[in-house]
């Protein structure tokens, strides 16, 4: 029996916007081996304030882990392109925002449009474990591996659709993903907001330190999260991700400010 036999598949997220925010669009991406479940409060939060927000789900996620072995890094995010893409076309200004992999995808998806901005949840460049130097020849002796087991946090336990398998395969595109949005970080023209938990046990530090290297044109920010773990967006520190994402997205938006002849 496969996972997807056990659970339901998540769905994508989309709001069209109201109110003076209607025209500010918010691209996010979800995480790795995970799907929308995981930053559905920060969309709905967005969504509340009026902000038109599309969170697609990836290819090879919400279903089973072999269906993600199947499926490569462009497809993820190539999916996550077009529906910034789409979101644009319907905007005046459109930002891109993310967690952990998905992190990636927006840096990456910022190198290679015109982004209004970034903002990302402890975003994922590098790797603890050093095993993934010889992933591409592991992944033929050993299929998959368990998930990194979550730190211990204060919040409640909440199904984020994660798999209880990870292909290392998938390992394999996700170093490959990783590449790529470190090589696009000096391409980045448009301001970076990134939330990091001082506890992540999935995410190592240098995933920030390259962001601070390699950023060189862009402004950066960069606000602690003292109370959380790597999924920060369920967790403790979330409100405080939720509101200061929303005044990161309305102040830098040119778009919120009603004309003199409105």
Known sequence: MTESSDRTRPAAFSYAGHGPNARIGIAISHGFTGSPLSILPWAEYLAGRGFAVTVPLLPGHGTSWQDLAGTGWREWHGAFEQAYLDLAAKTDECYVAGLSMGGAIALLTASRHSVAGVAVVNPGLSFYDRRVRIIGLLKYIQRTTVPIAEENTTAPHTDDGDYSLTPLAAVHQLKRLFAAAARGLPRITAPVLVFKSVNDAVVPPSSLSLIRKRLTSAA??????????????????????????????????????????S
């Open 220 to 261: 950066l920010d960069v606000v602690p999260l003292r109370n959380s773990g790597h999924v920060a967006t369920l967790d403790t520190d979330a409100q405080e991700i939720f509101e200061s994402s929303a005044r990161f997205f309305q102040l830098r938006s040119r778009s919120h400010i009603p004309s003199e002849k």
